[in-house]
């Protein structure tokens, strides 16, 4: 067939202009997203939970049975432990992917996520007190306007997290119009209830882009965009890819499907690890760290690249030894974090590396500082992975570099981008050289067992 090459254009990714950042709410969706179990005092902690057989429970006999790490909030006064608020968790996406679906199209802004591979969006299945939310206005989805939607009889999804929260509905397939592309025959999930802490998001669904085997589809899991595009040959091989571009306005943010972009990449390669896709994460080595040029070895550590994880988690050895780098950081028990001065000068702040496989990528000084809290200090953009064993390097690390997720190559790689900050310089100690800090102008393109896990991602 004829290369598609030609049609190719970057993908528009929103930056949410209503996101305010909240640091431990941001920590809080990554603690419950991964099942994390705090190892920093806070107000969260992991507990077990007994439930009553309910009107939803699967156990019969009305007994009690023990569900084993929950996370619970600690009341401050009596510290007696009770669920999680969903107004507690950050279910408000930094980044949103523009794509359309259906015939005439019908244009979503989806919450764009390497962490799951669902893709799910509001619909007019949804009773419809749950079609907007408070101040939020979906795109809701309306199959019955598509002349190309056909229904999968049979077939459900359901994302849950272990506190109870979920989303589900069924299921069809329509064509999804993206980056250029049109994808046929995509499986759409469609919403037919959503928890509170689902439905308070900005995004009109969610766009999973992890590996096809967490899918959450039964009795059959459904191919991911990327799957699809890569069988129907809508990209070509050798750019079995997709690549993000996380910048910090709507206007130098872009991801792309089946090429890298060169005025994005400056014309440099970019530095690949294989990936381990068996959890169906996008997930590598990062066996050392480096702190103002000063190396710390990290045996066996690995870590997951998630677009839909705002923070950049990592160990907490490695983590002390980057805040004992910044005057007067401390660890505030209020916020479960680290945080520093907000008179710290940009350029005072570490340079701090993290491997992608071989190579080193600095976290650009500018992204230190997450979150103002008023009290003189900010929340840190990096943070505690808790009792999680892979760090995850979330928004925070992936605004740094321009990132590809080579599916065909089951690799990930990186290329640094320059910091935006005078006296912050990308990495020396990489021949993966530096690209304009701003995205430039759009250029030519170039060319296991489902379900191991106790929680489902998103």
């Given at each position: 067939?004829?290369?598609?090459?030609?049609?190719?254009?970057?993908?528009?990714?929103?930056?949410n202009?209503?996101?305010?950042?909240?640091?431990?709410?941001?920590?809080?969706h990554a603690l419950?997203?991964?099942?994390?179990?705090?190892?920093?005092?806070g107000p969260y902690?992991?507990?077990?939970?007994?439930?009553?057989?309910?009107k939803?429970?699967?156990?019969v006999?009305g007994k009690?049975?023990?569900q084993?790490?929950i996370?619970a909030?600690?009341?401050?006064?009596?510290?007696q432990?009770g669920?999680v608020?969903?107004?507690?968790?950050d279910?408000?996406?930094?980044?949103?992917?523009e794509?359309g679906?259906?015939?005439?199209?019908q244009?979503?802004?989806?919450?764009?996520?390497?962490?799951?591979a669902?893709l799910w969006?509001?619909?007019t299945?949804?009773?419809?007190?749950?079609q907007?939310?408070g101040t939020t206005?979906?795109t809701?989805?309306?199959?019955s306007?598509s002349s190309?939607?056909?229904?999968?009889?049979?077939?459900?999804?359901?994302?849950?997290?272990?506190?109870?929260?979920?989303?589900?509905?069924?299921?069809?397939t329509d064509?999804?119009?993206?980056g250029?592309l049109?994808?046929?025959?995509?499986?759409i999930e469609?919403?037919?209830?959503?928890?509170?802490?689902?439905?308070?998001?900005?995004?009109?669904?969610?766009?999973?882009l992890?590996?096809g085997?967490?899918?959450?589809?039964t009795?059959?899991?459904?191919?991911?965009?990327v799957?699809?595009?890569?069988?129907?040959d809508?990209?070509?091989?050798?750019?079995?890819l997709?690549t993000?571009y996380?910048?910090?306005t709507t206007?130098d943010s872009f991801y792309?499907?089946?090429?890298?972009?060169?005025t994005?990449?400056?014309g440099v390669?970019?530095s690949y690890?294989?990936?381990?896709?068996?959890q169906?994460?996008?997930m590598?080595?990062?066996?050392s760290?480096?702190?103002?040029?000063?190396?710390?070895?990290?045996t066996?550590?690995?870590?997951?690249?998630?677009?839909?994880?705002?923070?950049?988690?990592?160990?907490?050895?490695?983590l002390?030894?980057?805040?004992?780098?910044?005057?007067?950081a401390?660890l505030n028990?209020?916020?479960?974090?680290y945080v520093?001065?907000?008179?710290t000068?940009t350029?005072?702040?570490?340079?701090?590396?993290f491997?992608?496989?071989?190579?080193?990528?600095?976290?650009?000084k500018?992204?230190f500082a997450?979150?103002?809290?008023?009290?003189?200090?900010?929340?840190?953009?990096i943070?505690?992975?808790?009792d999680?064993?892979f760090?995850?390097y979330?928004?925070?690390?992936?605004r740094?570099v321009?990132?590809?997720?080579?599916q065909?190559n089951t690799?990930f790689?990186?290329?640094?981008r320059?910091?935006?900050t005078?006296?912050?310089s990308?990495?020396?100690?990489?021949?993966s050289?530096a690209?304009?800090?701003?995205?430039?102008a759009?250029?030519?393109?170039e060319s296991?067992?489902k379900?191991?896990h106790?929680h489902?991602k998103?």
């Amino acid at each position: 067939m004829a290369s598609p090459m030609a049609n190719l254009t970057r993908a528009t990714l929103t930056r949410n202009p209503h996101h305010k950042r909240n640091g431990l709410k941001s920590y809080v969706h990554a603690l419950k997203k991964y099942n994390i179990g705090p190892t920093i005092d806070g107000p969260y902690v992991m507990v077990n939970k007994v439930h009553q057989q309910g009107k939803f429970s699967k156990k019969v006999g009305g007994k009690a049975h023990v569900q084993g790490h929950i996370l619970a909030k600690k009341d401050a006064t009596t510290g007696q432990t009770g669920d999680v608020p969903a107004t507690d968790v950050d279910s408000n996406a930094e980044y949103l992917a523009e794509v359309g679906i259906g015939t005439p199209v019908q244009t979503l802004n989806l919450d764009f996520d390497t962490g799951s591979a669902d893709l799910w969006v509001f619909s007019t299945e949804l009773p419809a007190s749950e079609q907007s939310s408070g101040t939020t206005k979906h795109t809701i989805f309306d199959p019955s306007k598509s002349s190309t939607w056909k229904a999968t009889s049979g077939s459900t999804w359901n994302i849950s997290y272990g506190d109870g929260s979920t989303a589900s509905g069924d299921v069809g397939t329509d064509n999804l119009t993206v980056g250029g592309l049109v994808v046929k025959n995509q499986a759409i999930e469609l919403a037919k209830t959503l928890s509170s802490s689902f439905a308070s998001g900005p995004g009109d669904g969610l766009l999973g882009l992890a590996w096809g085997s967490i899918n959450t589809v039964t009795p059959t899991p459904v191919a991911t965009p990327v799957e699809n595009m890569i069988t129907q040959d809508d990209i070509t091989q050798g750019n079995e890819l997709f690549t993000a571009y996380l910048g910090s306005t709507t206007e130098d943010s872009f991801y792309t499907f089946g090429y890298i972009d060169q005025t994005a990449s400056g014309g440099v390669t970019p530095s690949y690890a294989k990936v381990d896709n068996s959890q169906g994460f996008w997930m590598f080595d990062s066996t050392s760290a480096s702190i103002n040029g000063k190396t710390i070895a990290r045996t066996g550590n690995t870590s997951i690249a998630d677009t839909g994880t705002t923070l950049c988690l990592i160990d907490d050895t490695t983590l002390k030894a980057i805040y004992d780098a910044i005057p007067g950081a401390t660890l505030n028990s209020q916020q479960q974090g680290y945080v520093f001065p907000t008179s710290t000068a940009t350029a005072d702040l570490p340079t701090v590396e993290f491997a992608v496989g071989d190579t080193l990528f600095q976290v650009n000084k500018e992204n230190f500082a997450f979150q103002d809290l008023g009290d003189g200090t900010y929340y840190g953009g990096i943070q505690s992975r808790g009792d999680q064993n892979f760090d995850i390097y979330g928004d925070v690390f992936l605004r740094s570099v321009y990132a590809v997720f080579d599916q065909g190559n089951t690799q990930f790689g990186c290329i640094q981008r320059e910091s935006t900050t005078s006296g912050s310089s990308g990495s020396t100690t990489t021949g993966s050289g530096a690209t304009p800090a701003a995205a430039p102008a759009a250029g030519e393109g170039e060319s296991h067992k489902k379900h191991h896990h106790h929680h489902h991602k998103f």
